[in-house]
């Protein structure tokens, strides 16, 4: 690595792989006058290595993302890689570093980049890692005093591709970003704006093209509400998703296969019609849906703010489920004001749609750090719910990891709660001299 300017190491982790592969679009399209190398470092261990045999490079800069359930454990597996390679600049992206920059950086990161990345990232490379007046980030100057600098520009999506053709890196294709419905406990439209930003047919359609030629046989789309593909409000466009799912199946050929509606997206029950099916029957492999219900209770649904009642729910696993779909529904349990009464009628509905033949995705609510529920206390699950949910996980109605997430609720909520320390400050670490023009 010695002689290139900058050094950009991905800690690369399975939970994150497309955030990163994004940045890696976005750049792998970008003209600089700044040498760099891309190093994946894959583990703490591969991490440091990374960074000692950066140390010819002018700069090297560490690149992170996580989600907030996330953050403890990486601020302590951070702490560990200073001490074993210190020099480098740890940068840290994602919702949570969007939501808390200044909780970020003092839990060790050296910047955080607020919003969305692509754009900050290319105009740091072209810097060669100096974050002096890039829009979009958070950190603290030599002399600790905090500078921010905004949210990053959010372009239209289809400006970056959604994966990098360089390195390979094949992942389901974002077809929206954004989301109209701004649910209270979500950090979607909190970092990417309450409303939708769709790519083009076309543009889904290259990258399709492109896996083919690839070898690829899977299609798969990143989208916080599948049917809303096209749509500018909350009515669903099925002319458009038409359009996408066709346009898909022919891009990837008779030995390839379409995915819409199941992971990693879901649909929102109140978009579930007979006409919807029949084009996911039509077009697509999928033999399973994901419905987002998050609770059964109509007071909890409306302080969500869901924009749905519990019989969309109860109507869209009937009509999948009648279409030859297996459903799998989301519920969040805990969450915010949720009494008994309300904890009752997810249990009761969880078992219904269990009896029709649903498997139920268990959730318990954590306060994620910039959604408006951010400062709710966490999941309190009582030990009755407890008990009826694990019945129904014996059973094989019910899957999820709400034990784990009943322990990140208790960590957000305690992250939360503590006052940052009189006094508390990081610098960003010195950085050597490099003349190289500003772009």
């Known amino acids: 690595m010695s002689g290139v300017d900058l050094v950009l190491i991905l800690r690369y982790r399975k939970a994150v792989t497309y955030g990163h592969h994004v940045l890696l679009a976005a750049l792998e399209e970008h003209r600089t006058t700044t040498s760099y190398e891309v190093v994946f470092a894959e583990s703490a261990a591969a991490t440091v290595e990374a960074i000692r045999a950066s140390q010819g490079a002018a700069r090297t800069l560490v690149l992170w993302s996580f ?24 940068v840290a992206g994602g919702v949570h570093a969007t939501a808390e920059p200044v909780r970020t950086l003092d839990a ?22 100096d974050p002096r007046g890039i829009q979009g980030l958070v950190y603290r100057d030599a002399t600790g005093n ?13 400006t970056y591709r959604a994966f990098p053709l360089t390195y390979k890196r094949m992942n389901p294709i974002e077809i929206t970003r954004g989301c109209v419905y701004a649910c209270r406990f979500c950090q979607t439209p909190f970092m990417f704006s309450a409303r939708f930003r769709h790519r083009s047919v076309e543009n889904v359609r290259w990258h399709v093209d492109r896996m083919r030629e690839l070898g690829k046989r899977d299609v798969r789309f990143i989208t916080p509400t599948s049917l809303s593909y ?11 998703v038409e359009e996408l799912l066709a346009s898909c199946k022919e891009g990837i050929g008779p030995g390839g296969r379409v995915f819409f509606g199941s992971f990693p997206s879901e649909i929102r029950p109140e978009h579930m019609s007979v006409g919807a099916l029949a084009l996911v029957k039509k077009y697509c492999a999928n033999d399973n849906l994901i419905v987002g219900a998050q609770s059964g209770s109509e007071r909890v649904l409306e302080a969500a703010k869901r924009g749905h009642d519990v019989e969309s729910v109860r109507r869209a696993v009937r009509l999948g489920i009648a279409a030859g779909f297996r459903i799998n529904v989301d519920m969040i349990f805990g969450m915010p004001g949720e009494d008994p009464a309300d904890a009752e009628a997810s249990l009761r509905l969880a078992t219904e749609l269990a009896g ?24 309190d699950v009582d030990p009755e719910t407890i008990k009826a949910v694990s019945r129904l996980a014996q059973q094989g109605a019910l899957y999820g990891h709400w034990e784990k997430q009943r322990q990140h609720a208790q960590q957000l909520a305690a992250a939360a709660a503590e006052s940052p320390r009189p006094g508390k400050s990081r610098t960003l670490l010195p950085m050597k001299t490099v003349t190289k023009p500003v772009g």
Not at 109 to 125: F, K, Q, R
Not at 356 to 379: C, E, K, N, Q, Y
Request: glycine share 12%.
């Open 146 to 158: 905090l500078i921010r600098t905004g949210k990053a520009h959010r372009e239209p999506l289809g």
């Open 356 to 379: 029709l033949g649903a498997r139920i995705h268990s959730h318990v609510f954590m306060p994620l750090p910039g959604t408006p529920w951010r400062d709710a206390a966490p999941g």
């Open 108 to 129: 060790g990161w050296d910047i955080a980049a607020v919003g969305e990345g692509e754009s900050t990232l290319l105009t740091l490379v072209d810097q060669a890692g």
């Open 67 to 90: 989600y907030s359930p996330d953050a403890a454990a990486l601020a302590d597996e951070l702490t560990t890689i200073r001490e074993q390679a210190p020099g480098a600049v740890h």
């Open 230 to 240: 096209g749509a500018d409000d909350e009515e669903p466009n099925l002319e458009a």
